[in-house]
């Protein structure tokens, strides 16, 4: 199986954009420009930013594009990065286009709601969201639990889904033991994230006499969080930093207790995965595929959404327990090398790109080893 000529990845905002699409996104294009100098990687963006008003100009010119790159650079492969809502819309007319001028086309689900968004839908709606999913020659999953979803209400076929769970370059593992109770929570500022809990639960610390500081990287509502920071009486503890570089975010891993992320969705972090990598302990909510991958008490602490006394508890523990949080950070080293190393993930996909056999029993993602997660204990 050779290796294809050229790859086409279209995702939102390029390699620029924060968030977990854009973190993958840049690793597959740099692990590509450094490892595989005979496939070119173009990647393209078919939304853009500013209005809502000017994606479909948009979309129209990342189409023309897109047929360039097929006739005059020789692209084989459509790599789509696709979520629910407009971006399935946007995705599914670039997959139409791919098949029509003969690429390999790839769908890879990164949707956070996707549950949703599969199950409201009807009509026309339906049928669009069906056939999309059909016409994929992969879609790509971060658990069995999207996976189970898109048969159940996308219409997958069992040979054309295959599991394989997002991969970050490795920073360096090698961290000391911080004795500050400082957490990050890296993520869009908004309920979806449980961004009221993290601060709830910090103002709770703060109560019980914990001299708690926070960093919150990332965009979205950042006036409400502030405002109802100082509500809480958190005043000088908490930093809103908005987007930050991967290389500030690292720095921040390595002055941090933990990092915190209590969402009510997710698909599966790339914040999670970067903080196994550098072996910052992990407190999580076990939503999306979370729950398939890490264990409570080995490898993370899960609490539930929307419980902030729950985190409250699971921070506090974390803070005043040096072996535990020892614990979490080599266990947590040891999943991500076993499990989400980038070589592992790129040579997979390659071999999917040049046609490898599509069929995986359950379970068996192809690249470390997942267990089912123990339900978290309640305090």
Known sequence: ???????????????????????????MHGW?????????????DPHGGGSALVWPLRLLLTMLQLVWLRVFRGAEILHLQISEGGSFLRKGLLLRLGKLLGMRVVLHHHGARLRPFLVSARGVRRVFIQRTIRLADINLVLGEGVKRLLAEHGGLRGERGIVLCNACPDPGYGRALEDGTHFLLPAVLSPRKGIDDFLKAIALLVARGHDVTATLAGGGDVARYSALAETLGLKGRVRFAGWLPPASIFELHGRSRALVLPSFDEGMPMAIIE???????????PVGTIPEILR??????????????????????????????????????????????????????LALYAGAPLRQPAGQHQIGDYRGAAAPERR
């Open 32 to 44: 590509l420009v450094e490892n595989a100098p005979q496939t070119r990687v173009f990647v393209i």
């Open 296 to 349: 409570h008490g080995e490898t993370a602490l899960l609490v539930p959404p929307g419980d902030s006394i729950e985190l409250a508890g699971a921070m506090e523990r974390i803070a005043g327990d040096d072996m535990l949080a020892a614990r979490l950070s080599l266990e947590g080293r040891q999943l991500y090398e076993r499990s989400f190393g980038l070589n592992l993930y790129m040579r997979r996909l």
């Open 275 to 285: 903080a196994l990598a550098t072996g910052l302990p992990v407190i999580a909510t």
């Open 1 to 27: 199986m050779r290796a294809p000529r050229a790859i086409v990845i279209a995702s939102p905002g390029g390699i620029a954009r924060g968030g977990g699409m854009g973190s993958v996104t840049r690793a």
